[in-house]
């Protein structure tokens, strides 16, 4: 039997830290388990170098090897994984079905663990120069950019993080934040403060990434004084927000006026067998350990699910 014929107790749509946990947990309750994510392992933490809040690593441990290694410890357990793209969902009846790049799967119970991924700036040269200078992930793209000079925009913790691994590399890094005050935690704005490299402009915004074949410099504007100037840069690198990965849904389930899934206590959206966990959802803390937390909890909400539908059933 196929993957595609096959009827799993649950699909784990997303294999970040919320989607992996659920794996995990569903898997020891000797459920079926498939996880479809459509890049590495780990999701978007697979793109941070260090992760140094998540307890249990007092040196901090490497957003991919983290990633690999919820991965390995769910198929530890017999999660099954699946490489594809989703591109839309039936969540009509009983059974649950995920139409993918890779064939269309079923599942008694269905969890969302999709995720987010970053907002575009929305600026004049951003999608023409998007992989040709404009980037959303230092670890990805910040050895490109070798003794270069380039632009992080954002002032909370992601902004911060990348900022100071981008100094690894580059030989100068300005932190472009549009308010006169940084929002990442207190040690982050303590080691970009103390960075040489880093020079930070405050009250600032990008309104235009200049240059033909890549990019060459960034137009900015001091909201303040409200005088534009422009800087010569090789890179431009953007955490100015978040957007749910819910497209493929296409408004099926109740959502947050930014987006998000909304779903209770027990991680249950208003469609039944329907759950949802990790950043994708509703929520005032998006970290590791609150995608694991609700991993957990959305794969003991199913496993409880399948066990009331089994015991109706047995009652027919």
């Not at 980037?135 to 925009?153: E, L, P, R």
């Not at 840069?233 to 987006?259: A, D, M, Q, W």
Request: negative net charge; contains cysteine; charged residues 25%.
């Amino acid at each position: 039997m196929t993957r595609q014929e096959k009827i799993y107790d649950l699909l784990v749509l997303g294999g970040g830290p919320a989607g992996l946990t659920a794996a995990i947990y569903a898997s020891r309750s000797r459920l079926t388990v498939l996880v479809v994510e459509q890049m590495l392992s780990g999701g978007q933490i697979a793109t941070t170098e260090k992760v140094e809040n998540y307890p249990g690593f007092p040196k901090g441990i490497g957003g991919m090897e983290l990633g690999q290694l919820l991965e390995e410890q769910a198929r530890n357990f017999g999660s099954e994984m699946a490489l594809a793209t989703i591109e839309k969902v039936d969540l009509d009846g009983e059974i649950k079905k995920v139409h993918t790049t890779d064939g269309a799967f079923q599942g008694r119970t269905l969890i969302i663990a999709t995720g987010t991924r970053s907002s575009p700036l929305g600026v004049p040269g951003e999608e023409e120069l998007k992989g040709r200078g404009v980037s959303y992930c230092v670890t990805c793209d910040g050895a490109f950019f070798q003794d270069g000079t380039v632009v992080i925009v954002g002032g909370g913790d992601s902004a911060l993080e990348e900022a100071l691994v981008m100094t690894k590399y580059a030989a100068k890094v300005y932190i472009v934040h549009r308010r006169n005050e940084l929002r990442a935690v207190r040690i982050l704005q303590e080691r970009a403060k103390a960075n040489p490299k880093i020079e930070i402009l405050y009250n600032t915004v990008v309104r235009k990434i200049n240059g033909k074949d890549s990019v060459e410099s960034v137009t900015l504007e001091n909201l303040e004084q409200n005088n534009g100037w422009e800087i010569e840069v090789n890179g431009i690198f953007l955490y100015v927000g978040l957007l749910p990965n819910t497209e493929f849904l296409n408004g099926v389930l109740t959502r947050s006026e930014n987006g998000y899934l909304i779903t209770n206590d027990n991680m249950e959206t208003a469609v039944p067998g329907v759950f949802a966990a990790g950043d994708v959802r509703k929520k005032t803390l998006r970290q590791v350990v609150t995608a694991v937390s609700d991993g957990a909890i959305s794969a003991i909400s199913a496993a409880k699910y399948l066990d009331q539908l089994t015991e109706k059933e047995g009652m027919k």
